[in-house]
């Protein structure tokens, strides 16, 4: 029965991304025969189809015509991914095992046959195939169900292109300063002093507008879980969203407190390495303070940074 469940949810599946546009293929008539054998019938089933973006469609009432959809404007990364899934388990499904034979029916003692032999050992390929499958792994070696999906191999190209560290990037000119935190806290605070006009917002701020509703609706509203019947969406696609909506910078400035108080300030580019900044601050340390092996870190938490990361990676940009 899973067998049949995989392979008829790959077949909608395929139809659908081979002709996204095709409305026969978006729709699955509740009453048909093998699907509800397949999948209809089953719990599990039929929530695939809802995590795949399908909707039910009751029908009139007493009618036969309930219909499982999936709508023009649905998303098909959802459906993509779990045909993806489904795709590798049925190519990481073992073989059947062969049949035993049947048993010697019971004769007479006058013409009784010899025992059948014992049956042999699992070869060692069997009792591999028995063997847990893990996910595919970097090398897509043994062991591996399958490879990446899109999403991930978008999210692989992404880290290359925004996190990875690059020696080329250096800004031509560091714009090196050391602050001291109280002179520009004094300064702060004589800006602050000065007193500044405050406008009353207009009646319109108050308003809500319809784009107000539309993102209360898609947000869930502030209560409850939250839901909002939002989309399924798997850590390779929140990672993609993070991913993308990163902006890119020609360059950060960077501050590092130093032992007694003063902060060093300079430019660095977000792909550059962390060890570059530790560089930076060592020219500015005394002979006695290099010799201690510095290191940087952030807090709170206090976490120590590696310098083999970008400052992007190392979430310092």
Known sequence: AGE??????????????????????RTIRHSNAAFKRA??????????????????????????????????????????YLLQEAEALQRAAPPRPAARPP???????????????????????ASASAAPIGRAGPSGGAGSSRGRTITEAQVE??????????????????????????EEAAAA???????????????????????????LALGGGGGGDGGGGG??????????EALQSMPTYGHALVRVRLPGGLVLQAAFHPQEA????????????????????????????RRVLDVSLSLAAAGLV
């Open 4 to 25: 049949q469940s995989l392979s008829l949810l790959c077949r909608y599946g395929s139809n659908v991304m081979r002709s996204p546009h095709e409305a026969r293929y």
């Open 39 to 80: 999948i209809g019938r089953h719990a599990a089933g039929r929530q695939t189809l809802r995590l795949a973006g399908f909707a039910f469609d009751a029908g009139a009432a007493g009618g036969d015509d309930r219909t499982w959809s999936l709508p023009p404007t649905s998303s098909l990364e959802p459906l993509q």
């Open 103 to 125: 048993p010697m029916p019971p004769v007479s003692e006058e013409g009784a046959a010899p025992p059948p032999p014992p049956l042999a050992p699992a070869s060692a390929s």
């Open 157 to 182: 190209a992404l880290k290359r292109q925004k996190l990875e560290v690059r020696a080329d990037v250096a800004p031509a000119s560091r714009a090196l300063r050391i602050v001291n935190p109280a």
């Open 189 to 215: 605070a004589l800006r602050s002093a000065a007193p500044t006009p405050e406008e009353e917002p207009a009646d319109d701020f108050y308003e809500v507008t319809a784009d107000d509703l539309r993102a």
């Open 231 to 240: 989309q399924l969406k798997t850590r390779a696609m929140r990672e993609l």
């Open 274 to 301: 962390v060890g570059a900044v530790l560089a930076e601050v060592r020219g500015c340390l005394s002979p006695t303070l290099q010799s201690a092996q510095p290191y940087l870190f952030v807090t709170p938490p």
